[in-house]
């Protein structure tokens, strides 16, 4: 992708993640300057000095995404370093064991298993579930407000969410992540036509199954082998493989394109090998 992002200022939340660093990754390569928003600075900061190892410009920076001073006190440092921010790539997000059940189906003997690793759709932790909905989606919206005023007032700018192919069709044991990523895809298509009046497109990236630590575990057994989940998936992903990060770099760099996608906004796009499309048979 031949994208010049030159003078452009890139904001990525979680980018000391596996994904979301690669991201910023892509975007510094494209001559964008890239702040680099997580929880944890030095992740973020890990993420900033490799990209200015091969001449990139980027920094870390602390920020939650639940917390509007903290967000608040990170845009400032972002626009004191580089200016007002000109893509803003919500990427911040994830799943709590409290909000996700035990077993794909519920059967009639697991309501009176008194097994405490038996977690039913009835034993789910509403402070867990609110968690999972305040991560994925509020955090959007809070940074979004942060970091997109100085792009209404300027008439100019880009957001990219990251969705998921839950948002799409729920996957068995994961309710809550599964309803938060629709709510993101749901105010990914509400902000593009909320936004477009001051010319800020808004769209979003939906992953379909990458290998993160935040789902190793459940995808791979510590050979490395495929557990059962994680075959069903394959099987079910027609070009029959996870996706890389870097298979999320040509939909970005697209989407952030003026010139490219200037007529793109309130999409979701899937990123997936297929998997949304396959049918199962």
Request: hydrophobic letters at 45%; charged letters at 20%; aromatic letters at 8%.
């Amino acid at each position: 992708m031949k994208v010049d992002l030159t003078g452009k200022v890139a904001v990525v939340t979680g980018g000391g993640g596996i994904l979301c660093g690669e991201m910023s990754r892509a975007l510094a390569a494209a001559g964008a300057k890239v702040a680099i928003l997580d929880l944890k600075k030095e992740a973020a900061d890990r993420v900033a000095a490799g990209i200015r190892e091969k001449g990139g410009e980027a920094m870390g920076v602390a920020a939650n995404v639940l917390d509007q001073a903290s967000l608040a006190e990170a845009e400032k440092i972002v626009r004191d370093a580089y200016g007002v921010c000109d893509i803003l790539v919500n990427g911040a997000g994830g799943n709590n064991p409290k909000g996700t059940t035990s077993k794909e189906y519920l059967f009639p003997e697991d309501l009176t298993n008194a097994d405490p690793s038996v977690k039913t759709f009835f034993d789910l932790d509403p402070k867990g579930v609110g968690f999972v909905f305040d991560l994925n989606f509020l955090g959007a919206l809070l940074t979004t407000q942060a970091f997109c005023r100085g792009m209404a007032e300027r008439k100019s700018g880009c957001v990219i969410n990251v969705s998921s192919m839950n948002a799409f069709t729920p996957l068995t044991k994961i309710p809550a992540y599964s309803g938060a990523k629709a709510a993101v895809s749901n105010f990914t298509r509400w902000l593009a036509v909320h936004f477009s009046k001051v010319n800020i497109r808004v769209n979003a990236i939906a992953p379909g199954f990458f290998l993160t630590e935040q789902n190793r575990t459940l995808l791979t057994n510590p050979d490395g082998s495929l557990t059962a989940r994680g075959k069903t998936i394959l099987a079910h992903t027609p070009q029959g493989r996870f996706g890389t990060p870097e298979d999320l770099s040509g939909a970005l760099l697209f989407l952030t394109d003026d010139t490219a996608s200037s007529f793109i906004n309130g999409v979701v796009l899937p990123v997936d090998g297929a998997f949304s499309s396959f049918s199962g048979v």
